[in-house]
């Protein structure tokens, strides 16, 4: 309908293709959703700008979706572009910026690097205490993805027949900590699976 009504290249035809994109990756039609959200990201590089905070947003649901298929070289690029351009295009503290970040986070720690993950979402818990509080969701998402990949770099560290200092140990105590302030985290927090992070990003259709 909106083909029809306002051409391939208006706004709200984008809206309403990204709005069905994401109504199919969260039914696991993966292979169907990417070539929409594609078509999105490319329409509104052109109708908005590459620097539009809609056209980041777009580039990081296509990187959690590339992330979800396993192709995670190219979802890492676009995350980290994603990245690059939020750190002067979108507000630093604001849920969108957070998305960025959590989205590229990911896929860092699927890609085994740890450390990378591990400061990021350091970071990312320190924003969503600050601005949102120690008992919001997105507090205890960041959280228990935090939590889980300090876990795993100290099995890594394990496997690998290295020394785990105490700090290491440290961290995952305080963030446990954290965990339980907040309420107990898993039963609070927004679905950590959910690759397009459709909660915030999904746009109403006017």
Do not use: C, W
């Amino acid at each position: 309908a909106y083909r029809r009504h306002h051409g391939e290249d208006h706004e709200q035809t984008a809206v309403a293709m990204l709005n069905l994109a994401v109504t199919l990756a969260r039914e696991g039609h993966l292979e169907e959703a990417e070539p929409l959200l594609r078509t999105v990201v490319q329409r509104h590089r052109l109708i908005l700008g590459a620097e539009h905070p809609r056209t980041i947003m777009d580039e990081v649901a296509l990187s959690g979706l590339l992330r979800r298929k396993g192709r995670l070289p190219e979802a890492r690029e676009l995350a980290e572009e994603a990245y690059r351009k939020s750190v002067t295009a979108i507000a630093t503290r604001s849920f969108e910026a957070l998305q960025v970040r959590g989205n590229l986070a990911r896929v860092l720690r699927e890609q085994g690097e740890l450390d990378l993950a591990a400061g990021h979402l350091e970071e990312m818990v320190g924003v969503a205490r600050r601005e949102l509080g120690a008992k919001h969701d997105y507090t205890g998402r960041f959280l228990l993805d935090l939590g889980q990949v300090l876990s795993e770099r100290v099995v890594e560290l394990r496997r690998g027949h290295r020394t785990v200092h105490p700090p290491a140990h440290q961290k995952v105590a305080h963030v446990l900590i954290g965990l339980e302030q907040h309420g107990g985290g898993k039963q609070h927090v927004v679905d950590p699976d959910d690759p397009l992070l459709v909660e915030l990003h999904v746009v109403e259709e006017r």
